[in-house]
């Protein structure tokens, strides 16, 4: 038995090896691991009130969302994939939806000059400096947005930076369906 037991570690290999390959296989199919489904698709938002990042504008709170389709978007100037995101995000303006910017785990000052330097897309931004909203809509990692019909429930949610194909092919669209 033990003379056998050196193949051990080579089992556990051809294991590990086969896994990863379905996963690749998976992945080509179309399954992506990021396409997790959210638990508060259907559900009416979170309560929640959150502090203006801009001086002098507005903030973000619950009630806000009701009678206007709205897309809430969590990013923060440490992302990277939210500066890839960022660019597309002024194809929302002007097709029905309010854009809310929602500035999650990060510091207000560098909030505020990550969109001086990018720009700013939002109708509305927001700051969630010690995560709590982001937990209650579900938020794994930034950017990730969600689309608010005018009941306040959360009709779509992207993890993940939004690109010109999912917001052409997926997100106008449906807001278009929510203004109706």
Not at 55 to 81: P, Y
Not at 92 to 102: D, P, Q
Request: net charge neutral.
């Amino acid at each position: 038995m033990s003379n056998k037991l050196y193949l051990l570690p080579l089992g556990v290999f051809l294991v590990l090896t086969g896994f990863f390959v379905y996963r690749l296989v998976l992945i080509e199919q179309g399954n992506m691991p990021k396409d997790i489904p959210s638990v508060m698709i259907d559900k009416t938002a979170p309560q929640f009130n959150m502090l203006p990042l801009l001086k002098g504008k507005s903030g973000l709170k619950t009630a806000d969302l009701k009678g206007k389709v709205t897309l809430v978007s969590f990013f923060a100037s440490w992302c990277v994939e939210c500066l890839a995101e960022h660019p597309y995000l002024q194809k929302i303006t002007g097709h029905g939806a309010v854009l809310a910017g929602i500035d999650y785990k990060d510091d207000s000052v560098s909030g505020q000059a990550w969109l001086k330097q990018h720009g700013n897309p939002y109708d509305v931004v927001a700051v969630d400096a010690n995560g709590q909203t982001g937990i209650d809509f579900g938020v794994y990692g930034v950017p990730e947005s969600y689309l608010i019909d005018k009941q306040g429930v959360i009709r779509y949610k992207q993890a993940g930076p939004l690109s010109p194909d999912v917001i052409e092919g997926q997100l106008l669209p449906l807001i278009k369906e929510l203004n109706k």
